[in-house]
């Protein structure tokens, strides 16, 4: 038998007319109002408003039903809350707060997998090698705590100057590690595509990142196929290619299908990336995808045989990975291609899609964008996938019907957490762009591609 020992108050014993000036006086005492704890989390519209916030991240519960761009704090994984912080001899260039914000949050924008990151820890070890490298990651932390903002933190302005400049001598000197140069190169163009200059992109340091992958290429003392520092590298430039490759003007291209590019992409294969994972080789058919689609938007000449093979490399294309988010993400890229394609080329004979056997080409783009957005709303927004699905979805959403408004919401919605997470403007402009396409569908039934609206507007909008 069981026995449990219960404690209570004392009973206080009153004579009826003291209990009875007790009660009065409980009565007419203030209650003191229960202070709620305060949020650290919380978003700062919720804060502004003095609303409790229920600290969902990225968006928040009431900006969600709001419609509010949540600007809510990043969590940190639990291997950054183990991490002790790095503490050996730095340079006194380096500003160990913006520093230590870019290994606990910015950096995270550039991976699918915050476990394997090696651009947050491991560039540690290089960051004395490179001033270049230090003054733009402390550029683009100052930056992204402002959400970008266009009033630019002197900090950050004074960073990028001398990254600028340490960048020049050390290209001149040729002794700074590839992968350093192009971490360089890359966040250098990050910054300026996050300006608000909507006309620069960061052209010049893209090509600059060529001429490192081609130096690299023809360097044959160290075989690149086995350096994995050299796939590091060229996946990130592939990458960046395709996000930029709709935006170079056809007399500046820099042809991508070269027999050693070509070459190094098929000897890669399905390496896993950092970055976006087992697709190198579909990375690779974007990049040449938009740089024809851009030419054909400028010159009007068709190439149907080119048409065909591109559209052939993608409907083949498949994926390795088994993880159903990552599967999303892939099918939803490679449909963007074939919507892509089949709007700016509009119908070509020798395609051999089995699709267009059951469905004509107007009724296929619009499936495909639906189902795009469909395996896109799949994944999390606490996934770090989310960072890499604005080219998908602003391609799928632009072909949305006006009877598809619960799903225009969503992509609202979904590019509004974007801009959460990683804070680039490039969301909020991709969401302007994509109010005028819709507008411009449901009045006058304009079926150009969103790509052929943006150059309209004179911008270069840098997406992915």
Known sequence: MSFFRVRFEPVNCLSPTRQERFQDNSLERPIAPRRRPKSKLGCRECKARRVKCDESFPVCLRCVRRGLICSSM????????????????????????????????????????????????????????????????????????????????????????????????????????????????????????????????????????????NKMLEDTSHPWDLNPLFRLCLGMYLYWDMGCSYLVHPDEQQDL????????????????????????????????????????????????????LLERQLYLWSATSTEPSLMFLYESLRKHGLILLYRICGWND??????????????????????????????????????????????????????DNKLRDDVRNRLRALYSVNRLPANLHALELLEEVWTARDVSNDKSSWIHHMLRKGWLLVLG
């Open 74 to 213: 990043p969590r940190l994984s639990q291997w950054q809350i183990e991490t002790r912080w790095y503490s050996s001899h730095v340079d006194t260039i380096v500003n160990r707060r913006l520093l230590q914000y870019w290994l606990e949050r910015v950096c995270q924008i550039l991976v699918i997998d915050p476990e394997d990151n090696p651009f947050s820890f491991p560039v540690l070890e290089h960051i004395q090698e490179s001033p270049a490298l230090v003054h733009i990651i402390q550029s683009v932390s100052a930056r992204h705590e402002q959400y970008f903002s266009a009033e630019v933190a002197r900090i950050a302005l004074e960073e990028r100057g001398k990254a600028l400049a340490s960048f020049r001598k050390e290209l001149g000197t040729g002794q700074t590690r590839p992968l350093l140069s192009m971490l360089t190169a890359l966040l250098l163009a990050l910054s300026h595509g996050a300006d608000r200059d909507m006309t620069d992109f960061g052209k010049w340091h893209l090509f600059a990142a060529r001429t490192l992958i």
């Open 257 to 308: 299908d070269t027999p050693g590019l070509s070459l190094a992409v098929q000897e890669i294969g399905h390496w896993h990336h950092p970055m976006y994972g087992f697709c190198t080789d579909l990375i690779f058919i974007l990049g040449n995808l938009g740089r024809y689609c851009r030419q054909l938007l400028y010159s009007g000449c068709r190439s149907f045989t080119r048409e065909a």
């Open 350 to 403: 020798t395609f051999t899609n089995p699709d267009l056997e059951e469905i004509s080409l107007e009724p296929l783009v619009h499936r495909y964008a639906l189902e795009t957005i469909d395996h896109l709303l799949q994944i999390p927004t606490s996934s770090n996938y989310l960072n890499f699905q604005s080219l998908p979805l602003l391609t799928a959403g632009s072909e949305l019907k006006r009877e």
